[in-house]
């Protein structure tokens, strides 16, 4: 949700049309200088390395999303998304991102190796 204004200058959010349809890429669809269940040290360099890789292999199309105050963007988990480079410092990019999920899901990051838990 956007707290402002977001222009190009200020690094918006960029996303891939329709990279939500393809299968989830986990850690062993990559590799990551690991060995067995453990990353290497660099996981996500090669990580964007292999996204940018499979984005042109499949001609997925950035859009950019310059967001007005109050906008609502609403993706897909599996939904390929990054920031543009926030080229004036001088501006901010305010905004808030919220992550939902099934109540007795967990929540748990792949490239990171660790699930997300919340107690009550």
Request: with cysteine.
């Given at each position: ?29 990559f ?8 990353l ?55 905004s ?25």
């Amino acid at each position: 949700m956007a707290l402002e204004d977001i222009g190009i200058n200020q690094g918006p959010l960029h996303y891939y049309s329709g990279s939500h349809q393809y299968p989830y890429f986990m850690n062993k669809d990559f590799k990551h200088g690991g060995k067995g269940m453990f990353l290497g040290k660099r996981p996500y360099d090669f990580y964007e390395d292999s996204i940018s890789k499979f984005v042109k292999s499949n001609a997925l199309k950035k859009e950019i999303f310059l967001a007005k105050q109050g906008d609502v963007l609403i993706w897909h988990a599996n939904l390929l998304h990054g920031g543009e480079e926030h080229l004036d410092k001088s501006l901010s990019r305010k905004s808030m991102v919220f992550h939902y999920y099934a109540k007795e899901a967990i929540c748990y990051h792949e490239i990171t190796q660790r699930p997300a838990l919340i107690s009550q």
